[in-house]
C-alpha cells in the first residue's frame, strides 16, 4: 500500500467529483512546475541545454507555456473546493513556509549565460511561486504521511493563500514569458 500523499489530504475534504478534479490539476500543476523549475535550475548549473540559444528559448517558452496551462485549469476547481471547504470558523493559518534562501535566486547573469532573452524579474517570481507550491504539497504529503494533516480551516487557509499567489501575478508572468 502506497504511503498517504497529499491526494489523501484533498480527498478528506468536500464532494468526490471536486476532489478528483482539483487532484488531477494540482497534480498537473506539480508536473509543469518542476519542469520550468529544473530547467532553470540545470542553466544555473552551468548546464545550457538544449544546445542551441533558439532551442533554449523555445524550451523556455515551453515550460511556462504548460505552467500557466496548467495553472489556468487550476482556477476552477480550486475555487469549488475552497467553496466546499470553507470552514465556519475563519481561524486556520496556512500550513507552508515563506520562500526559503535557496529559492531566491539572481536570474539575469543565468539567463544572460544561456543566451536567453526575458525579463530576469518574470522568472524570479514565477521560480519563486512555483517553487513554493511544489514544497507546499511536498510539505502536505509529508503532513499526510506522518498523520499530522491540516485541519479543516488550515488546509482552506493554504490553498486560499496558494491561489492567490499562483492565479495573480505568477500566471501573468508566466504568460510573459510564454509569449
Known sequence: MAAPGWADVIASFGERETQQRLTAQLAACEASALAFCRLLERWAK???????????????????????TALTGLERPLDRYLLEL?????????????PGA??????????AR????????RIAQSYLELAVLVRA??????????GIAPDRS?????LFDLRENLLGNALDDLRAISA
Open 46 to 68: 552551468g548546464q545550457a541545454e538544449p544546445g542551441t540559444v533558439g532551442g533554449r528559448q523555445a524550451a523556455l517558452r515551453h515550460a511556462a507555456q504548460r505552467a500557466e
Open 114 to 121: 544561456a543566451g536567453v532573452s526575458v525579463a530576469a524579474v
Open 102 to 111: 535557496g529559492e531566491l535566486i539572481e536570474w539575469g547573469p543565468v539567463l
Open 137 to 146: 504539497l511536498e510539505g502536505l504529503a509529508d503532513a499526510a504521511r506522518i
Open 86 to 98: 470553507e470552514p465556519d470558523r475563519a481561524e486556520g493559518r496556512s500550513w507552508y513556509g515563506e
Open 154 to 158: 488550515s488546509l482552506w487557509a493554504g
